[in-house]
């Protein structure tokens, strides 16, 4: 149960950042402004503050959801201590089931994989080597080390996205809120490419005060090109920056 509480509470702390860095209020003098007499650059300029603004608020609404997962969970756990050795999976005690992460690493928190919680998955096929997917968790079965997982992106004909079954090796949490460690310069990782849900590849150049990772993306085709992405969506790699944990 403390671990469900620390994940509650970090999260929490994670909304009254996203609130400090980009405020959650509506932008009072975005509204006086008069669209049509702006340059493009301008306009450009606001359509980004627009979208980062709407980012943050999504962010903070998936968060708020893991926090009500972490609460439920919580609640349904019976007030009497569980004997160790029956800790074994039962029928119907499916709502308090925690995963396990395979991939360890000093730059990612060690918490626990729960329903709702935000994962790269890496397809086993009909994906490029290196790449993976934001997923959402569906389904924790067998002895946590398994998952049903489910693509946010609807597909062509706007369906929900696509569910795959997989094994903890095939997955990376995604970092809930809680404080994570900088990376140091030249760090290989796995980072969200923006406005796309797949993760590659990439190196890291530096760090902002924010915490914002400065990166080198593998086979950008600008040379020496820069992108910034924010930490908790920058993943050690597993092999290089991340080890497999003991069973």
Same mark, same amino acid.
């Given at each position: 149960?403390?671990?469900?509480?620390?994940?509650?509470?970090?999260?929490?702390?994670?909304?009254?950042? %996203?609130?400090?860095?980009?405020?959650?209020?509506?932008?009072?003098?975005?509204? /006086?402004?008069?669209?049509?007499?702006?340059?493009?650059?301008?306009?450009?300029?606001?359509?980004?503050?627009?979208?980062?603004?709407?980012?943050?608020?999504?962010? $903070?609404?998936?968060?708020?959801?893991?926090?009500?997962?972490?609460?439920?969970?919580?609640?349904?756990? #019976?007030? =009497?201590?569980?004997?160790? =050795?029956?800790? =074994?999976? $039962? !029928?119907? /005690?499916? #709502?308090?089931? $925690?995963? &396990?992460?395979?991939?360890?690493?000093?730059?990612? *928190?060690? %918490? #626990?994989?729960?329903?709702?919680?935000?994962? $790269?998955?890496?397809?086993?096929?009909?994906?490029?080597?290196?790449?993976?997917?934001?997923?959402?968790?569906?389904?924790?079965? %067998?002895?946590?080390?398994?998952?049903?997982?489910?693509?946010?992106?609807?597909?062509?004909?706007?369906?929900?996205?696509? +569910?795959? /079954?997989?094994?903890?090796?095939?997955?990376?949490?995604?970092? !809930?809120?809680?404080?994570?460690?900088?990376? !140091?310069?030249?760090?290989?990782?796995?980072?969200?490419? !923006?406005?796309?849900?797949?993760?590659? *590849?990439?190196? +890291?150049?530096? @760090?902002?005060?924010?915490? @914002?990772?400065?990166?080198?993306?593998?086979?950008?085709?600008? +040379?020496?090109?820069?992108?910034?992405?924010? &930490?908790?969506?920058?993943?050690?790699? *597993?092999?290089?920056?991340?080890?497999? %944990? /003991?069973?």
């Amino acid at each position: 149960m403390d671990g469900y509480w620390d994940v509650v509470v970090s999260s929490l702390q994670d909304i009254y950042n %996203a609130n400090e860095v980009i405020s959650f209020d509506d932008d009072l003098q975005a509204k /006086k402004v008069s669209f049509i007499n702006l340059s493009e650059d301008q306009l450009q300029l606001h359509l980004t503050t627009f979208q980062e603004h709407m980012e943050n608020i999504n962010r $903070a609404h998936r968060i708020l959801e893991n926090v009500r997962s972490n609460l439920s969970l919580m609640l349904d756990e #019976p007030p =009497e201590e569980k004997n160790e =050795e029956n800790t =074994e999976e $039962a !029928p119907g /005690k499916a #709502p308090g089931k $925690a995963g &396990r992460s395979y991939w360890t690493s000093e730059y990612n *928190p060690s %918490a #626990p994989i729960l329903l709702g919680s935000e994962v $790269a998955y890496k397809p086993r096929r009909g994906n490029a080597d290196g790449e993976w997917i934001q997923c959402e968790v569906l389904k924790i079965i %067998a002895d946590g080390t398994r998952f049903e997982v489910r693509d946010p992106e609807p597909d062509e004909s706007g369906n929900s996205g696509k +569910v795959f /079954k997989c094994n903890w090796k095939e997955l990376l949490l995604i970092p !809930p809120g809680f404080p994570t460690k900088n990376y !140091p310069p030249g760090t290989k990782v796995l980072a969200r490419y !923006p406005e796309t849900t797949t993760f590659y *590849p990439a190196i +890291v150049i530096g @760090t902002k005060r924010d915490g @914002t990772c400065r990166l080198r993306f593998d086979g950008e085709e600008e +040379v020496d090109k820069e992108t910034e992405v924010i &930490r908790r969506l920058v993943l050690p790699s *597993p092999m290089v920056s991340a080890n497999p %944990a /003991k069973k």
